[in-house]
């Protein structure tokens, strides 16, 4: 076979050289990750602009990723060589092996990619262990289990006569904590299953489709203009995604629709230019829910010298669904947010809509030292909920910068309680980690 018919494993050699993830590359390239995966496996030809493309982004030239190069294949010998410290290695004589045994050269070069790739796998999963409270929570109920199940199995391996009552119960026992085992630890395998070039920068598939969501900056033209709901649109935006991002992406992107279906794109514009960037004059004339616009106004398209738009949705626990930020209003990446927030005191009359001008605080804690936004807040049922059931209720806070302050209180706030230097705060749950001179 042709050294050209390899060029996929060198297009694969040299990324994982560069420390690149597959979706980076592919997004660069203008390509599906799916399709760079064949490529990289050989299973594409390439050639033509896609390879200089390629090359570009793998900061080589194409004729190294065409046909290889006995320089490139020396230089990733010594890499790999270098890579070892605890294994002396004749550097010197790196040139004659790769001219007598270029096969073993291959095979070691194929190997150390595999070794880096592995190294990369396990230290991806061992910040998954270390920062994903959901990840702990899941190992800590496999633990648990295997625990009840080997203490019923001890009982039962005791020698003696037992009750027959007692040892139908156990083995009852025995065999629902195996079923609750064996679907936790698929669940947790299926979780931590992915390929081996994938770096798992989202802490859970919230944050994973929050990246996505940012990385079109929340505005997805294909479906703006989808006239009837189709999964297989919504699935395109998906496809490099984890199952459980999968999931939330296609209930996020279906309400996007619903949305933009109430308050097209043309008409939301129009409006804007006539009344501006008000939430409740918009609503008014559209005869839409608050909500609703507060969606479509944190989806605008990104306009040059446009006004950045924020968006925090969270439900009855205080759990942030939506995490849009806004210049320098983020939401804490892990852990609850300010308890002084407006998208929180909306829970307390689900229906009634409040304005608040707040400041954001800066680290100093000095007054006026933070940025000023101005926030709409509302609280709504998602379900109507029957007398026999729980309310579903979820709070949705836009957020305008701000510059200067309205008629209404200036409250102060923060991102989190850790991550907050506000000196005398009653809402103040923990503290600070910033200290002077931090």
């Not at 203008?30 to 990289?40: F, V």
Request: hydrophobic share 40%; net charge negative; with cysteine.
């Amino acid at each position: 076979m042709p050294r050209s018919a390899f060029a996929g494993t060198r297009i694969r050699e040299r990324r994982m050289t560069l420390g690149l993830r597959q979706s980076e590359v592919a997004l660069r390239a203008g390509i599906s990750g799916s399709y760079l995966n064949l490529i990289e496996h050989n299973r594409r030809r390439i050639g033509g602009k896609l390879l200089l493309d390629l090359a570009k982004v793998l900061e080589t030239d194409s004729a190294s990723l065409a046909e290889g190069a006995a320089s490139q294949l020396l230089n990733a010998l010594r890499d790999a060589a270098v890579g070892r410290p605890a294994t002396r290695v004749d550097l010197s004589r790196t040139e004659d092996f790769a001219d007598r045994f270029k096969d073993w050269a291959h095979l070691i070069l194929a190997q150390q990619s595999q070794i880096t790739a592995l190294q990369q796998t396990v230290a991806n999963l061992s910040n998954r262990l270390a920062h994903d409270p959901f990840l702990s929570e899941a190992l800590h109920e496999v633990l648990s289990t295997v625990s009840a199940i080997r203490s019923t199995a001890s009982i039962l391996a005791e020698p003696g006569e037992m009750d027959q009552n007692w040892q139908r119960r156990f083995q009852t026992n025995v065999f629902h904590d195996s079923i609750r085992l064996a679907t936790a630890s698929q669940s947790l395998a299926d979780y931590l299953d992915g390929d081996a070039d994938q770096v798992f920068d989202a802490l859970s598939p919230l944050d994973e489709l929050e990246a996505l969501l940012l990385k079109n900056q929340y505005h997805f033209t294909p479906l703006e203009e989808l006239t009837v709901w189709s999964d297989a649109v919504a699935a395109e935006f998906l496809t490099e995604a984890s199952p459980g991002a999968r999931v939330l992406g296609l209930t996020y992107f279906k309400q996007y629709w619903e949305d933009a279906q109430r308050l097209s794109l043309p008409k939301l514009l129009n409006m804007i230019l006539d009344m501006g960037l008000d939430p409740v004059k918009i609503a008014r004339d559209a005869k839409a829910p608050l909500p609703v616009i507060f969606r479509r106004l944190a989806s605008l398209p990104p306009q040059k010298n446009g006004i950045p738009v924020g968006l925090m949705i969270c439900d009855c626990s205080g759990g942030l669904l939506r995490k849009q930020p806004c210049q320098e209003f983020q939401a804490p990446r892990v852990g609850s947010a300010c308890a002084l927030w407006p998208l929180y005191q909306s829970l307390t009359q689900i229906g009634a809509a409040s304005r608040q001008c707040i400041e954001y605080s800066g680290r100093t804690g000095e007054p006026g030292a933070g940025a000023l936004y101005d926030t709409f807040s509302i609280a709504e049922r998602v379900i109507t909920s029957s007398f026999d059931g729980p309310p579903i209720v979820r709070s949705t806070m836009l957020i305008l910068p701000a510059e200067t302050t309205l008629s209404t209180p200036l409250v102060t706030i923060g991102s989190t309680c850790r991550l907050c230097s506000e000196p005398a705060c009653l809402a103040r749950s923990e503290p600070s980690i910033f200290t002077d001179g931090f």
